[in-house]
C-alpha cells in the first residue's frame, strides 16, 4: 500500500493528473490515471497516512486505487 499527500499541478486528458507530492516525499512526482472516478471530496479533519504517520489537515479530495501488476499466464 502507498499513501502521500500531494498537490495537482497539471491535467491532461491522456496522461494523467500529475501531482507534486509533499511531506516525506517532497519533491517527487506521481501521476494518477485519467480518471476522475477514483476521486472523492474529503471531510474536514485530521487524515494520518497509516504507511508514513503523517497528518492531513482538512484535504481537498481524497483517491483510492488498485494497481493490480499481474501478468496473464498463457
Known sequence: MS???GRVSFVEAESGVWMDL???KSGE???M???VR???RAKKGSYTLESTGETVE???FLATWIQ????SVN
Open 58 to 60: 482538512d484535504p481537498d
Open 33 to 35: 490515471p485519467p480518471d
Open 3 to 5: 499513501q502521500f499527500v
Open 29 to 31: 512526482q506521481w501521476v
Open 38 to 40: 477514483g476521486l472523492q
Open 22 to 24: 509533499l511531506g516525506s
Open 68 to 71: 493490480d501488476d499481474a501478468r
